[in-house]
C-alpha cells in the first residue's frame, strides 16, 4: 500500500524567512498530492495541490515541487507570516484511490 | 453553510458504550470519507462511499466499527463497544468524482467529532 513520509516534525523559521516541508511516497503509481493546513483545534484545510503531469506549481508565497522520478514533493513558503503558523500534511494518491496523509509537520513561526 | 457538517462536535462516553457520528457532505458530492486523527499525527483513513456504496474499508477498522451512507447523502460511523484507545478526532470529508479521466478531486473536511472513551 502507498505509505507518506513527511520530514521535518517541526520546523521552527524566523519570521520572512522561508520554509521547505519534504514527503517522499512509495507507490510509483501516485498522481495526485494535496498539502493540508490545520490550526489548532480546526479542520485541514487544502492549501496547494499537484498532479503528477506537473512539476511545479505557485500560488503567491506557496509553491509546490514534485519529483517523480524520486519520488518526492516539497512544499515552499516564502516570506513567512505569522499566522502561517500551524500543521502541515502532505498526502498522496493514486487514481481513483484514497489519500494517505504523512504524519504532518508543526511549522513555528519565530517573530 | 454549504460545507462539510459532522454532529456531534465532541463526544464523551464510558467504555463499552456505543457511539454513532454523523456527517452530512456538500450536497453535490458523491464521495464521502472518514478518518481517524489522534494527537500529533496526519488523518488516518477508515472508509470511503461513492454515493451509497462502501468501496474500502482499511484494516484500521476492526469489526465495532461500522459505516453506513443509506441514501448517497449523510453518513454515519458507528463505533460499538467503546474502548479507551477509541479516543480521537473522527474527521468527514468529502470530494466530488466526475467521470473525466483527469478530475480534481479536492476533499473538503468538516469540524470533526472529537471523541473521549473514559
Known amino acids: 500500500g502507498e505509505n507518506v513520509e513527511q520530514h521535518p516534525s517541526t520546523l521552527s523559521v524566523q519570521e520572512g524567512d522561508s520554509a521547505v516541508i519534504k514527503c517522499t511516497y512509495s507507490?510509483?503509481?501516485?498522481?495526485?498530492f494535496p498539502w493540508y493546513k490545520q490550526e489548532l483545534g480546526k479542520r485541514p484545510q487544502l492549501i496547494i495541490d499537484?498532479?503528477?503531469?506537473?512539476g511545479e506549481k505557485k500560488d503567491q508565497r506557496i509553491a509546490v515541487t514534485l519529483n517523480k522520478t524520486a519520488k518526492h514533493f516539497s512544499l515552499h513558503i516564502t516570506e513567512t507570516q505569522p499566522e502561517d503558523s500551524a500543521v502541515y500534511f502532505c498526502?498522496?494518491?493514486?487514481?481513483?484511490?484514497?489519500?494517505?496523509f504523512g504524519k504532518g509537520t508543526r511549522l513555528h513561526i519565530l517573530p | 453553510d454549504t460545507g462539510v457538517s459532522q454532529d456531534p462536535r465532541h463526544k464523551i462516553t464510558k467504555r463499552g458504550q456505543n457511539v454513532t457520528f454523523r456527517c452530512d457532505p456538500i450536497?453535490?458530492?458523491?464521495?464521502l470519507y472518514w478518518y481517524r486523527q489522534t494527537l500529533g499525527q496526519g488523518p488516518e483513513f477508515l472508509t470511503y462511499?461513492?454515493?451509497?456504496?462502501?468501496?474500502?474499508k482499511s484494516r484500521l477498522l476492526s469489526d465495532r466499527f461500522s459505516a453506513e451512507r443509506p441514501k448517497g447523502s449523510f453518513s454515519t460511523l458507528e463505533i460499538q463497544r467503546t474502548e479507551q484507545g477509541d479516543s480521537a478526532m473522527y474527521l468527514c470529508?468529502?470530494?466530488?468524482?466526475?467521470?473525466?479521466?483527469?478530475?480534481?478531486?479536492?476533499?473538503?473536511f468538516g469540524p470533526g467529532t472529537r471523541l473521549l472513551v473514559l
Open positions: 470529508a468529502s470530494s466530488f468524482r466526475s467521470g473525466l479521466a483527469e478530475y480534481q478531486e479536492t476533499q473538503y
Open positions: 507507490d510509483s503509481a501516485s498522481n495526485y
Open positions: 499537484i498532479r503528477s503531469n506537473v
Open positions: 498526502a498522496a494518491r493514486k487514481r481513483d484511490d484514497k489519500i494517505i
Open positions: 450536497s453535490e458530492h458523491n464521495r
Open positions: 462511499f461513492q454515493n451509497e456504496a462502501q468501496l474500502e
